[in-house]
């Protein structure tokens, strides 16, 4: 086990492999732009930063454990990094969640400081709360860091999770729409703090003095009953003590000070300044107003599944209140889906996806505490899929579609026996309806899906069958090493097919020398520069790359 130095700061990029990577800007892969990208950072990277390489979802499909340290952090790391990254090819899902904590541990977290620097283009299939796992990270990291970079993210929820990641761990979210603000954004966030230094040798203890503190209400005096807090801060604001209830003591050192006295029900508050030294006065006390009335909400009695509703409300708009659905006695804190009443009045809220009987409710986030309650009856939504039964690999077919339509649901090609979240290749119901949906290279039984995006659930499935496409090549039988030689395909000529020379028992997305099809039927190809035997191959890649034909020509 290598044994992480921390006379240099150290971090580990985090670099998504998911299947979602093979997506294009401006019609280059995510995957290929993060590859040049990285590339160059590592050349321009401090010299004293101990480095690693942490990648999810490049090895399996639908396997929420691909997730491998490639680099562990250390000097000297640039090349082999550049080499890992260099070699990915996305396949899998998303458990960018778990992959920070792999990363974590491997930087030895618990006992040092830790930085990672997350590359994601998606939104986390995997790991059911991302806040909470990085809360729990810096809860039991001595001083862990989390940055995060949203590669070409468009969906509010994952940048959502982005930004609580980065936020409950001290670090920051930035997002890249292209190659240049990867970049940039990634310089930014690569320069890593020193470990920090020594603490001083404490000064003497200071004498302390005994407060007494008070808190009633207005405008009789009722002394104030649990729940309250007081919260008591020195000269230059930083926290001084803490009394949960009305009434406590505190023993406090000479000096000045300020008391605030809170109520949790409605987020009340009062405070004063004091000054604490011999023969001062020895109590402080503070009055709060009567507790706010309960809230009132107005919503419809009934809604279909997973539509959004207007709710409009009453209540005190503390710091963070919500609105949520909840099954009827679920306790607070325990919820299906929620809004900030910041967000406005009314408040646009979405229902579950299941039908049934809801409660929707308003909480005032100190407790958090349920003020008003209002049931809703959801009824299920219609869905339906009309496409062909039967389809050529890699083709695009038109898929007509009954649903919501919400912007974040969409149409997959997955196999029958996996879940939700898996898919072959798949496209937003808002690109149309129809919809046009490209289908995968392999053949076999597969389902057409309409996949409730706020969820992942299946709402609709039809059988499909993917049959095969023969292809053939015409060429010669040798060539000369160094030259071209003509090649005639009958080949489906899909966008990015290729023909190339191979070596013999490659994988199908190796090569030597490769041309591109694009709309001719004869393509010149180069021939290697090395003789040998080679495999002449016509590959499709949508996804995972695949031979569709395969001649053997001997480089002379």
Not at 31 to 37: G, N
Not at 104 to 114: I, T, V
Not at 117 to 123: E, F, P, Q, R, Y
Not at 130 to 153: I, K, N, S
Request: charged share 20%; proline share 8%.
């Amino acid at each position: 086990m290598t044994t992480l130095a921390q006379d240099n700061p150290a971090a580990i990029l985090v670099l998504d492999g998911s299947g979602s990577m093979w997506g294009q800007i401006d019609g280059v892969a995510k995957i290929t732009i993060a590859q040049e990208v990285m590339g160059e950072l590592m050349t321009t990277l401090p010299a004293d930063l101990d480095l690693g390489l942490t990648v999810y979802g490049h090895r399996r499909k639908g396997d929420c454990s691909d997730i491998e340290t490639l680099v562990l952090p250390g000097p000297g790391t640039r090349a082999a990094i550049t080499s890992a990254v260099n070699g990915i090819k996305p396949k899998g899902k998303t458990p960018m969640a778990d992959a920070v904590v792999a990363a974590a541990k491997a930087l030895r977290h618990h006992e040092n400081a830790a930085t990672v620097i997350l590359v994601s283009d998606g939104i986390e299939t995997c790991a059911p709360d991302v806040c909470a796992v990085a809360r729990e990270l810096e809860a039991t990291g001595v001083d862990f860091t989390a940055h995060v970079v949203g590669f070409d993210v468009k969906d509010p929820e994952a940048r959502a999770q982005f930004q609580c990641m980065a936020e409950a761990t001290g670090g920051k979210f930035l997002s890249a729409a292209n190659a240049d603000e990867l970049g940039a954004a990634l310089t930014q966030v690569a320069e890593i703090k020193q470990p920090p230094a020594p603490e001083p040798t404490p000064d003497p203890e200071p004498v302390l003095h005994y407060t007494h503190f008070a808190g009633s209400l207005e405008p009789n005096g009722d002394a104030l009953k649990f729940p309250a807090r007081w919260e008591i801060f020195d000269a230059a604001g930083n926290p001084a003590g803490t009394i949960n209830g009305g009434i406590g003591m505190l023993k406090l050192a000479q000096g000045d000070y300020t008391a605030r006295l809170t109520r949790p029900e409605d987020g009340a508050s009062a405070e004063t300044a004091f000054f604490v030294g011999p023969g001062m006065a020895s109590e402080i006390s503070l009055r709060l107003q009567p507790l706010k009335p309960p809230a009132t909400l107005i919503a419809p009695d009934t809604a279909e599944t997973g539509a959004t509703i207007a709710v409009t409300w009453e209540g005190p708009a503390t710091e963070n209140d919500y609105l949520d659905t909840a099954l009827p006695g679920a306790d607070a804190g325990t919820y299906v889906t929620y809004e900030y009443v910041h967000k406005g009045n009314p408040v646009m809220l979405r229902m579950p996806t299941e039908p049934g009987t809801y409660d929707i409710r308003y909480l005032q986030s100190v407790g958090p505490t349920v003020l008003a309650t209002k049931t809703i009856t959801l009824s299920e939504r219609s869905f339906g899929l009309n496409a062909p039964a039967t389809a050529v690999i890699g083709e695009t077919i038109k898929v007509d579609w009954t649903g919501s339509g919400y912007g974040e649901d969409y149409i997959t090609l997955a196999e029958p026996s996996s879940d939700g979240a898996s898919y072959e290749t798949y496209e937003y119901v808002s690109k149309g309806n129809p919809l046009e949906l490209r289908l995968t290279l392999f053949p076999g039984a597969y389902e057409l899906r309409y996949i409730n995006g706020q969820n992942s659930s299946i709402a609709h499935a039809v059988p499909i069958t993917l049959t095969d496409r023969a292809v053939t090549l015409t060429a010669p039988a040798s060539a000369q090493a160094g030259g071209t030689i003509t090649v005639t395909h009958d080949g489906p000529a899909y966008d990015d097919d290729y023909i190339t020379f191979a070596p013999l028992d490659s994988g199908p997305d190796a090569y030597d020398t490769y041309e591109y099809v694009y709309d001719k039927t004869s393509v010149t190809v180069p021939v290697p520069e090395t003789p040998g035997r080679y495999a002449l191959r016509y590959v499709s890649i949508w996804g995972d790359a695949r031979a569709l034909a395969e001649n053997v020509v001997d480089v002379n």
